[in-house]
């Protein structure tokens, strides 16, 4: 993508350009011919531009063009355009032959041998790059060629990343000593992230681990995806088909990078959203990057667990909930906990069906700071009503309630739900209280963006 004179943008979500179609051919059955094998460089070219069609932009104000640059998420570089850059890179490079036909065979799974049909790796991929060419631009009517502001992402230059691609394709070459890729293969994928790109060689490298099923441990596969963000890419790109050994799930592990649990799941809602099994379903499968599949369904779990086994009275959890979200339930109390509980097992049954739920032992040492900042914004909300339907619900209920989940259930729990009646009440914070509750947050161990959902609120009023 290095040619471009455009902005770089974050198009796929999976896959694309050379490695998104050796995954097409790791995939289907083995091309009898020439014939068949383009006819499935066709077929991926058609299905992303089925996926992503291209419109014009007549229906956008002056302020949204001009803000986008682009007018549309979508520019005219389609598949068929990304592709022939990764093509390119490979023509125009000084390998060997022989090292881009290793690299082909290898992340295609061995499906498709230009040797075997009569043609050298380069007449193949000379082949793929006319398929491409031959195919109609995608251009949209009325727009003028732009950088956006919002959207003008860049890729790091190839000297930035070089080596740290070229480390990932050595560490493997020690790692699995004998076991596929071969090191004929790594050799290759090494050469051509020192002659063509190592973008392109990372997502090759990729895909030759998977159409060989190696085994990565979650260390590996964080430096994946820490790899993978550098270049903008979707994390999809890493996750999707590599066989990762992840560690089992652990509630009390803070990894997530946002909000979790059911303070995550209270953040969801909003007017429009009713409770459905579908709508908590999305919270439960909604595993973060690098996290065990699974670990939202348990945590959020866990939070429904400990409510519903505390000595909460039914009109605190239902307070507590609307305190959170802004929205009743149609079903309240412990019965709105324990369909949650359900949902979460269903996923759990699924993502992990050997894991058992736990109820880890509260972290009471945060108590006292949390109940300070809970009865400091509770003097602040005394007089405030929330009142979602028609259905009136005190702000002192939904402190006291909170009091109750902080000293006598769990102040993790109790700090989350803070955060979120915070914003639910539009509550002014000074850059001092924020502070504090930064500091809260590192100590428990709260990702990146946890605590700066409620930064907006800083001298609100």
Known sequence: MTGRQEPYYVDYIGD???????????????PRDTGTALGLVTAKLDAYDLAYPVHGVGHLSAEERSSFGYDTSHDEWGYADDLREDVRALLASPLADETIR??????????????????????WLRHVEETCAARPPRKVPGRRPAPSPIWDARPPKPDEVRDDVVAE????????????????TLAALEEVAAH???????????????????????????????LAERFEHHSALVDSGLDIAWPPIDT?????????????????????????REEIRDAADGDGI??????????????????????????????????????PRRVEGRDWLRLIGDVCRE??????????????????????TVLREVRETAAVVADKVLGPHGRPVPAPDVMNALEHVVTRIDPDLGFRLF??????LAVPLTREQYGRYEAIGERIGYGEYHVSDVEYLIDAG
């Open 16 to 30: 694309f350009g050379l490695s998104g179609l050796t995954e097409a051919f790791a995939l289907a059955p083995a």
């Open 102 to 123: 290793t690299v082909w065979r290898a992340a295609a799974g061995g499906r498709w041998d230009p040797a075997a049909h009569g043609m050298s790796a380069r007449d």
């Open 169 to 184: 394709i050595r560490f493997c070459r020690e790692r699995t000593a004998a076991a596929p890729p071969s090191a004929d």
């Open 196 to 226: 063509a790109s190592p973008e392109l060689a990372f997502r090759l490298f990729l895909r030759a681990l998977k159409a060989h099923s190696v085994r990565i441990d979650k260390e590996w596969y964080d430096r994946f995806q820490a």
């Open 252 to 276: 009390a592990r803070r990894d997530a990078t946002w909000d979790f649990g059911l303070s995550h799941l209270a953040g969801a809602a909003h007017q429009d959203w009713s409770g459905s």
């Open 290 to 327: 690098g996290q065990t599949p699974g670990s939202a369904a348990a945590v959020l779990l866990e939070d429904t667990l400990r409510l519903l086994r505390s000595a909460l009275p039914d009109t605190a959890v239902s307070a507590l909930w609307v305190g959170a979200s802004g929205t």
């Open 347 to 368: 996923r759990l049954a699924e993502a992990a069906p050997a894991y058992t739920p736990v109820v880890a032992p509260a972290r009471t040492e945060l108590a006292g």
């Open 419 to 424: 955060l979120r009646v915070l914003s639910t």
